[in-house]
């Protein structure tokens, strides 16, 4: 749906993009990540066609955002940070100017909107002004505007920044729902976000696109290595872990009361959960207690940046 190529942008001698490259199938949820600074912005920009690239190439459902811009604004909602808000209209005003920025046609213009409404949860507030209305009911109103027009593409930018927990589940349920429909970019620096709503990852540092890849990829709670605590004998625990063929690594850790933990590691490529499972049952040894060993991906996040900051660093000098 969405494929960027080689996007360079430029600010007179300084290189905001660097060769960027990454792409967002049709359905996903893209999870934008990047520190202040790194190009997230600059990216968004050019893919909504706010600014042009100096180089490289973005392009929506096929359409070039330089050689056909009005294809891809029909294909692009975007709820920036600070939302587009008039506040000196009602909600409903302002959703009916949007329709119009946007060429809605008038014919079943209403029932759109009270849709949109509706699914963002607003239409008792359709007759309030806008300047009124709380800072989680302003997001609603943004992401409200986006959804006009039934774009194929939302972009997100931290939009639950500044709301209370509350209203940042109740954010976040609606970024899944839409997800169903609509392809997504999400652009966050809340983390945890991303593991919540997110099927995939993208990580920009310094202009240059550091990782991407489905989430798992980035979060504890693979399957390779895990620690398992067993009521039972070191030896015979032991020997039940043993006969597993998918295991490639053993360890005892310790003795934990009655109990033995051990760190195992599966075989590249394999899980050997399932049959360690099988095998302990057969041995009359229960399992009290299995943690996947990984990271988070607020560690993976910090690795990566602050790997590619010390890198940076060292090549001005």
């Known amino acids: 749906m969405i494929d960027i190529q080689n996007l360079t942008k430029k600010f007179g001698n300084i290189k905001a993009l660097n060769d960027v490259s990454f792409q967002v199938k049709k359905g996903e949820v893209l999870g934008f990540l990047g520190p202040n600074g790194a190009g997230k912005s600059t990216t968004m920009n050019i893919l909504t066609g706010y600014i042009p690239p100096t180089s490289g190439s973005v392009k929506v459902d096929g359409h070039d955002v330089l050689e056909e811009p009005m294809e891809v604004k029909k294909r692009i909602?975007?709820?920036p940070e600070i939302p587009p808000l008039y506040g000196d209209m009602t909600v409903n005003e302002y959703l009916k100017f949007i329709c119009d920025l946007k060429g809605v046609p008038v014919k079943g213009r209403r029932q759109k909107l009270d849709d949109i409404m509706y699914l963002v949860?607003?239409?008792?507030?359709k007759g309030r002004?806008?300047?009124?209305l709380s800072k989680g009911y302003k997001q609603r109103v943004g992401?409200?505007?986006a959804l006009v027009g039934n774009p194929e593409v939302l972009i997100l930018d931290e939009p639950t920044v500044g709301l209370d927990p509350k209203q940042i589940l109740e954010i976040r349920r609606l970024i899944t729902a839409l997800g169903r429909e609509h392809t997504i970019i999400l652009s966050t620096h809340i983390l945890s976000e991303v593991t919540a709503v997110c099927s995939s990852v993208a990580i920009i540092n310094n202009g240059k696109?550091?990782?991407?890849?489905?989430v798992s990829q980035f979060s504890a709670g693979g399957s390779g290595k895990f620690t398992i605590?067993?009521?039972?004998?070191?030896?015979?625990?032991?020997?039940?872990?043993?006969?597993?063929s998918q295991v490639d690594?053993?360890?005892?850790?310790?003795?934990?009361?009655?109990?033995s933990v051990f760190r195992v590691e599966s075989k590249p490529g394999q899980d050997a959960r399932k049959e360690l499972s099988k095998s302990l049952f057969q041995s009359d040894i229960s399992i009290m207690e299995l943690k996947p060993i990984g990271k988070t991906l607020e560690e993976v996040f910090i690795d990566i940046t602050g790997r590619d900051n010390t890198h940076?660093?060292?090549?001005?000098?």
């Open 229 to 244: 605590t067993l009521d039972g004998d070191k030896s015979l625990c032991r020997k039940a872990i043993d006969k597993v």
């Open 143 to 145: 992401l409200a505007q």
């Open 77 to 79: 909602g975007y709820l």
């Open 129 to 132: 002004l806008v300047r009124n």
């Open 312 to 317: 940076t660093e060292e090549e001005e000098e």
């Open 249 to 259: 690594r053993v360890e005892f850790l310790r003795l934990d009361g009655d109990c």
């Open 209 to 214: 696109i550091a990782a991407t890849g489905p």
């Open 121 to 125: 949860k607003i239409g008792d507030k």
